[in-house]
């Protein structure tokens, strides 16, 4: 595959690693909005730092990997199916709802790949979870509960464009839940407080949040988030179910417990997504590989997209009215 990133920044940076780790991806362009950033990341790598336009006109090239700022996420994605490339995009496929259903409808009567950057559906922990389930390990799930907390918040700068915590942050919780979860979600109540910065309420988010999701079935999903977690990336996972329990636990660099006379001692969790998800990406990029090469589909598509988002609209809309939100109503 002859691949052309979009998007030199930190998740640019990010696939960039993930590209240079797979034999059988060759990175042959690089794009950003800050020429200087395209050519950095490019030509260490032998790629050319190309314009947007050069990419999608370059019949040589067979994939884009968009990872460019939200805000130009639909123009690239339905550009790049316009021009026969298969796609994998940074999440979200726009902070509004309906455009992204738009843009999502136009991409797939396009015809061609397009996979959706879900890294979390592709990190081994969270795999073997989902595997775990189909197989029935815990007999009927009952419960489904998120941890996800980040070390800090990020620069306000970011915050005040992201589209909030829930499009912004829990919207990987939002597309692990639809994904484990495997049926319809009826209703979302979401609560939230600012307990780490005054300055993100300024800015009309909160920075810790609680949602629930009933699913058809009567199944519960608790999904717990906040903008800090001082001793490092906080992601667990735990499903309940009939025959038992199934969990994820956080990432150490070495997994390395001692015991002695001081009691237990362990390292603290990996620092942030970066390093927790390494895998994730690496295993993400190949997916999209192998589903280009064997003509299938990802394990994450634009449809995921869309209603990750319904979700986090419903969180949004469940906050701002103080009361349970249905899906239908979206």
């Given at each position: 595959m002859r691949l052309a990133l979009i998007g030199a920044g930190r998740i640019g940076k990010v696939h960039a690693a993930s590209i240079d780790a797979h034999p059988d991806v060759t990175l042959v362009a690089v794009a950003d909005a800050i020429s200087e950033a395209a050519e950095a990341l490019a030509a260490p790598r032998g790629a050319q730092a190309l314009s947007v336009d050069e990419i999608f006109d370059d019949a040589s090239i067979d994939a884009v990997l968009i990872a460019s700022s939200t805000s130009t996420h639909i123009d690239y994605l339905q550009r790049a199916a316009a021009a026969g490339k298969a796609i994998l995009c940074e999440k979200?496929?726009?902070?509004?709802?309906?455009?992204?259903?738009?843009?999502?409808?136009a991409v797939t009567h396009a015809g061609g790949l397009c996979a959706l950057a879900f890294?979390?559906?592709?990190?081994?922990?969270?795999?073997?979870l989902k595997a775990a389930l189909v197989d029935g390990r815990i007999g009927k799930l009952e419960t489904l509960t998120f941890t996800s907390r980040d070390p800090a918040p990020p620069p306000m700068d970011y915050l005040k464009g992201s589209g909030g915590i829930f499009r912004d942050m829990m919207i990987h919780d939002f597309d692990m839940a639809r994904w484990l979860l495997d049926e319809p979600i009826v209703s979302v109540h979401a609560s939230g407080?600012?307990?780490?910065d005054p300055a993100i309420a300024e800015?009309?988010?909160?920075?810790?949040?609680?949602?629930?999701?009933?699913?058809?079935?009567?199944c519960l999903c608790s999904i717990s988030v906040s903008r800090r977690a001082v001793f490092g990336h906080d992601q667990r996972i735990?499903?309940?179910g009939s025959l038992g329990m199934l969990q994820t636990q956080n990432e150490t660099d070495t997994r390395l417990k001692v015991v002695g006379e001081q009691g237990q001692v362990e390292e603290a969790p990996q620092w942030f997504f970066l390093e927790r998800y390494a895998k994730a990406y690496r295993q993400e990029l190949d997916d999209f590989y192998q589903s280009w090469r064997e003509g299938r589909a990802p394990r994450a598509g634009l449809n995921d997209g869309v209603e990750a988002l319904r979700l986090a609209e419903?969180?949004?809309?469940?906050?701002?009215?103080?009361r349970v939100v249905y899906l239908e109503e979206l």
């Open positions: 979200p496929i726009a902070l509004d709802l309906e455009a992204s259903k738009a843009a999502a409808e890294n979390r559906r592709h990190d081994p922990q969270c795999a073997a407080s600012c307990l780490v800015a009309g988010d909160v920075d810790t949040a609680v949602v629930v999701l009933t699913t058809t079935s009567g735990e499903a309940f419903a969180a949004s809309r469940s906050l701002e009215l103080g």
